[in-house]
């Protein structure tokens, strides 16, 4: 016999399953672009992953704090050495992409290095096809 605590106790797993799959999904978008992003920069995504670092309030752009989920990932650009990288997301559809700021800064000192010039073009290059990806998909809302 269906009592109501078994109903409730049936609503909760229901819940929690639907809610799993939606993150599953919301990893999958995040692993997407930051496929995307290190192939536009002409790096190679190790591991093939992002894993979830944490789930908390983070300033987006407009300096609102909005819950995000930030993904750490890895990344290489000679194929010997892993630089860390992680790919915050705000809902299902906008994604703040780091890259470690050893690719083009003297960590040490706090100066750009020869890497920053060859990053900065590689940015605006990806930042152009983000923008015309978003304006064309936005047309399609």
Known sequence: MLTLENLFV??????????????????EKALERV???CAK???ELLDDAVALKRIAFV???????RL???????FTVTGEQRHPGTATQFGAHSVQIELSQALYLNES??????????LQSQL??????L???????SEEV
């Open 35 to 37: 496929k995307q992003h």
């Open 41 to 43: 920069l002409d790096l």
């Open 59 to 65: 300033r987006d752009a407009n300096g609102r704090k």
């Open 10 to 27: 049936l609503m909760l797993v229901a819940t929690a399953g639907a809610w799993l799959w939606h993150n599953h999904g919301l990893r």
């Open 131 to 137: 923008a015309a990806y978003a304006e064309q998909h």
């Open 124 to 129: 605006g290059q990806f930042a152009a096809a």
């Open 109 to 118: 000192h706090g100066e750009k290095h020869d890497g920053f010039s060859t």
């Open 68 to 74: 995000a989920r930030v993904y750490a990932f890895e």
